[in-house]
């Protein structure tokens, strides 16, 4: 069977993390085999050296964690993260264009990042704990019109995390041309099969190494 572990982004997003946790991190992620490592773009440049010449992602989130500045600040934000690095990213929605009922503006607010990704992949991160089922589609609609390659549940850092009810709605407001990525209080195994089993490609998470100590114990 194969691991779990090419399906994890390994994330660390604290505002009070330090260079010696990020360089702890990739170190983690170069043993373990993770699909990429996830930052807020301040780090990209210093992932991007510990992953130099290897197989795993530099990931940098955008916009973190409201999505609520200008997206002029987005698109430049992302620009920036790609010149120092980035292979994918992991952009907030406006969500107050969407619960304001303005699709152009949201839509546009994604697709302004998705230019300036220059082709590499843009995960649209929906917040879906503040949002309507009805939200939620429509929210997934846009993404896929915008460009992106991705709809991701959660920051992480709001009221709760990912849901299997969440990502089964998401995995079907999409077509197959787009990607799930559950992200948000997984933090084992067992969380991590359930939101694979409901439609998520790619996990997001810290608790990566716990996660794959609890695979290893199923062989």
Same mark, same amino acid.
């Given at each position: 069977? =194969?691991?779990?572990? =090419?399906?994890?982004?390994?994330?660390?997003?604290?505002?009070?993390?330090?260079?010696?946790?990020?360089?702890?991190? #990739? =170190?983690?992620?170069?043993?373990?085999?993770?699909?990429?490592? #996830?930052?807020?773009?301040?780090?990209?440049?210093?992932?991007? =050296?510990?992953?130099?010449?290897? &197989?795993?992602?530099?990931?940098?989130?955008?916009?973190?964690?409201?999505?609520?500045?200008?997206?002029?600040?987005?698109?430049?934000? #992302?620009?920036?993260?790609?010149?120092?690095?980035? &292979?994918?990213? &992991?952009?907030?929605?406006?969500?107050?264009?969407?619960?304001?009922?303005?699709?152009?503006? +949201?839509?546009?607010?994604?697709?302004?990042?998705?230019?300036?990704?220059?082709?590499? $992949?843009?995960?649209?991160?929906?917040? +879906? +704990?503040?949002?309507? $089922?009805?939200?939620?589609?429509?929210?997934?609609?846009?993404?896929?019109?915008?460009?992106?390659?991705?709809?991701?549940?959660?920051?992480?850092?709001?009221?709760?995390?990912?849901?299997?009810?969440?990502?089964?709605?998401?995995?079907?407001?999409?077509?197959?041309?787009?990607?799930?990525?559950?992200?948000?209080?997984?933090?084992?195994?067992?969380?991590?099969?359930?939101?694979?089993?409901?439609?998520?490609?790619?996990?997001? +998470?810290?608790?990566?190494?716990?996660?794959?100590?609890?695979?290893?114990?199923?062989?």
């Amino acid at each position: 069977m =194969k691991s779990i572990a =090419k399906m994890i982004d390994h994330t660390l997003l604290r505002a009070d993390a330090r260079n010696e946790e990020i360089q702890a991190l #990739c =170190k983690e992620a170069l043993d373990a085999g993770f699909y990429s490592v #996830c930052v807020n773009s301040y780090f990209v440049g210093l992932v991007a =050296k510990c992953l130099e010449n290897s &197989d795993v992602k530099v990931c940098s989130v955008v916009g973190f964690p409201l999505g609520s500045m200008s997206t002029a600040a987005k698109a430049f934000e #992302c620009a920036d993260a790609i010149q120092n690095g980035a &292979d994918e990213i &992991d952009m907030v929605i406006n969500l107050a264009s969407l619960k304001s009922g303005d699709d152009d503006a +949201c839509r546009l607010d994604i697709q302004a990042v998705v230019e300036a990704a220059q082709g590499r $992949p843009v995960k649209v991160i929906l917040e +879906c +704990c503040l949002l309507t $089922p009805e939200e939620i589609e429509r929210a997934c609609r846009l993404a896929e019109e915008a460009g992106a390659k991705f709809v991701k549940t959660s920051t992480g850092f709001s009221t709760s995390g990912a849901t299997v009810a969440d990502v089964q709605r998401m995995r079907a407001s999409v077509s197959s041309q787009v990607e799930v990525k559950a992200s948000g209080g997984i933090r084992s195994y067992a969380d991590a099969q359930a939101m694979i089993a409901a439609g998520a490609s790619r996990i997001g +998470c810290s608790a990566g190494l716990a996660i794959l100590a609890e695979e290893s114990k199923q062989a």
